[in-house]
């Protein structure tokens, strides 16, 4: 069983993002988080379900979606690392030319 490691950039996107829906749906907003962290969960038994994000074919990166979002982690030994948190609707690459 493997541990998942969230960084704290992660936990604040997931905020962002959680925020936003509350906005307008506070019951939607706590469903998608515990959605997320239980999809998280589920990587500590079965840590390559995710899939290769398929803008990088040839990376060590998986990742899980949770409508909305898209999850973002990678194994590191005996270790889950979730790395990015996005709203689905965003392209991955640009995200990646503004913020990489």
Same mark, same amino acid.
């Given at each position: 069983m493997a541990d998942v490691t969230w960084t704290e950039t992660v936990l604040q996107e997931l905020n962002e993002i959680a925020e936003y829906i509350a906005l307008d749906n506070p019951l939607a907003a706590r469903r998608l988080v515990?959605?997320? %962290?239980?999809?998280?969960?589920?990587?500590?038994? %079965?840590?390559?379900?995710?899939?290769?994000?398929p803008e990088f074919p040839d990376t060590v990166y998986r990742e899980v979606v949770?409508?909305?979002?898209?999850? %973002?982690?990678?194994?590191?030994?005996?270790?889950?690392?979730?790395l990015h948190v996005m709203r689905q609707e965003r392209e991955l690459c640009q995200y990646m030319l503004e913020n990489g």
């Amino acid at each position: 069983m493997a541990d998942v490691t969230w960084t704290e950039t992660v936990l604040q996107e997931l905020n962002e993002i959680a925020e936003y829906i509350a906005l307008d749906n506070p019951l939607a907003a706590r469903r998608l988080v515990a959605e997320v %962290f239980g999809r998280a969960d589920y990587l500590k038994d %079965f840590p390559t379900s995710g899939r290769i994000p398929p803008e990088f074919p040839d990376t060590v990166y998986r990742e899980v979606v949770v409508a909305p979002c898209r999850i %973002f982690y990678r194994e590191d030994g005996d270790r889950v690392l979730v790395l990015h948190v996005m709203r689905q609707e965003r392209e991955l690459c640009q995200y990646m030319l503004e913020n990489g």
